[in-house]
């Protein structure tokens, strides 16, 4: 099985909207960390959001949030108020503690539109 | 910018050819990953080196090699190199908890370098 399943390719989004990036993972480790990066056509890779298994609030930083859905291995990337600088691929990824490793789903390509 | 450097930014090598990419650390970070990224695809976890041992490795073959300095920069090699090696190599630079929960674990990562296997 997918340790990450992002099950949106692309995405479009109105400029000034909100948009919900889709991601569900398979791990039977009580303790990991949920990641989610953007990628620009640069190529590098920018640390975006972390949520842990145990924290009992969702992660948010600034116009990114995290809608952690523990029972249903949801972990589901809010980017709020949309700005053509967020057109992007974003990747949602997962640390378990028993391995020392971070394992990355397939991306979702993501167009702001003005 | 996150600190975290690699050279060369860009690389063409032919097939049977081997090559050496490198990695600064970022300041204060004692852990390495190395990661490929083919066209359209996800980053694959190929090794980790922490405090210059490794420390875990993806499904790579013995081809790909790596090596972490006292200073924590880190080497990847690739060997008898082959046209599916082209891709965007990235490395990761982190402070490890091992064992432990991953606390706010974030990896930092460089810009990355482009090979093209010809």
């Known amino acids: 099985a997918q340790k990450i399943t992002q099950t949106q390719p692309g995405m479009f989004v109105q400029e000034k909207e909100a948009v919900t990036l889709d991601c569900t993972y398979d791990?039977?480790?009580?303790?990991?960390?949920l990641f989610w990066y953007k990628q620009p056509s640069s190529g590098e890779m920018i640390f975006l959001i972390y949520?842990?298994?145990?924290?009992?609030q969702n992660a948010t930083e600034g116009r990114y949030s995290l809608n952690f859905q523990k029972a249903r291995k949801s972990a589901n990337l809010v980017i709020s108020a949309s700005q053509l600088g967020d057109s992007a691929m974003y990747f949602c990824a997962i640390k378990e503690t028993s391995y020392d490793k971070v394992i990355f789903g397939p991306g979702t390509s993501l167009s702001v539109i003005p | 910018e996150t600190g975290v450097t690699q050279s060369p930014t860009h690389l063409i090598k032919t097939r049977g050819q081997q090559v050496t990419l490198r990695c600064s650390s970022q300041s204060g970070h004692n852990t390495v990953s190395w990661y490929q990224q083919a066209l359209g695809q996800g980053p694959q976890f190929i090794f980790q080196y922490y405090r210059e041992e490794e420390n875990g490795r993806g499904n790579f073959p013995p081809r790909f090699s790596g090596l972490q300095f006292p200073n924590y920069s880190s080497e990847l090699n690739v060997n008898a190199l082959e046209l599916d090696d082209s891709a965007l190599y990235l490395c990761?630079?982190?402070?490890?908890?091992?064992?432990?929960?991953?606390?706010?674990?974030?990896?930092?990562f460089g810009p990355g370098t482009r090979l093209t296997v010809t």
């Open positions: 949520q842990g298994s145990y924290d009992q």
């Open positions: 990761a630079s982190s402070l490890g908890t091992y064992g432990q929960a991953p606390i706010s674990y974030e990896q930092y």
């Open positions: 791990t039977s480790d009580p303790s990991y960390g």
